[in-house]
């Protein structure tokens, strides 16, 4: 069973007018046209040697009901739209980055927010340290805004205003 490296939903918009995308070969150092329907396969790349040497193909059929899912959304993302409304509750899976390096984005609400979007997978990718971090954060964040200075001018203009 031939299996996709790469997304064909992906590959698709890498295609030019022909409909092909050109495919490189590290190994042979030769690159030609494929269709995406060809490009980025391999033979079980997903598939697992069951003890009696059968391969078990459940993962590839799962990550292609994924795909199929993802589609209408990665379409929209791809035509430069932001998911909206119920949109944003349908992701099929949902993978979120939770390093260190990223501190300022470790916060109990958004890694809440995004465990709330899969629909049947979230997975988390990073480290452990980073995930505690954001659980334990609960710290608000000052936020720098000039609203205060401008409410402060607003009271200025209107205390010294004739009133009628």
Do not use: C
Request: aromatic share 8%; proline share 5%; no cysteine.
């Amino acid at each position: 069973m031939d299996q996709h490296k790469v997304p064909k939903l992906s590959l698709k918009h890498f295609a030019g007018q022909n409909g092909e995308v050109w495919t490189y070969d590290k190994r042979s150092g030769k690159s030609w046209p494929a269709s995406p329907a060809r490009t980025g396969v391999e033979a079980h790349y997903y598939s697992i040697e069951r003890e009696d040497g059968t391969m078990d193909t459940g993962l590839e059929a799962e990550m292609s009901k994924l795909e199929g899912e993802a589609a209408p959304i990665y379409e929209k993302l791809v035509a430069g739209e932001l998911p909206r409304g119920t949109d944003r509750d349908i992701y099929p899976a949902v993978v979120i980055p939770v390093v260190t390096q990223h501190y300022t984005m470790l916060q109990r609400n958004l890694l809440y927010t995004g465990l709330t979007r899969g629909k049947r997978l979230v997975v988390l990718v990073g480290q452990r340290k980073a995930v505690g971090i954001a659980v334990r954060g609960v710290q608000g964040r000052r936020r720098w805004s000039k609203l205060r200075e401008l409410l402060a001018m607003d009271e200025a203009v209107f205390a010294n205003r004739p009133t009628i």
